[in-house]
């Protein structure tokens, strides 16, 4: 069965949305705007990387790999085979 899940983390099953309405044109407009969004960021940032010393943006760019879980040393090796052979 599907469900949506919203952000009070009730459950509302899809059976019971007979009366929704989608506005397909507010839909479109949304991702144009998240799009323009997207690309704004990453002209910032390329702006940033260029005018930012190479030892400051490689702590940040740490900092951002830092955050991503660990994996064992096997795993590692057999991820960097299957790229290998990819």
Do not use: G
């Not at 506005?23 to 690309?39: H, V």
Request: without cysteine; charged residues 35%.
């Amino acid at each position: 069965m599907y469900y949506l899940k919203f952000h009070t983390k009730k459950l509302i099953y899809l059976s019971e949305l007979t009366d929704l309405k989608i506005d397909f044109a507010e839909l479109e407009e949304q991702k144009r705007r998240n799009f323009r969004e997207r690309l704004k960021f990453i002209d910032w940032y390329a702006e940033w990387l260029k005018k930012t010393p190479n030892e400051v943006w490689s702590k940040a760019q740490n900092a951002v790999v830092e955050q991503f879980p660990k994996y064992p040393a096997s795993r590692r090796k057999s991820a960097a085979i299957k790229t290998k052979k990819s």
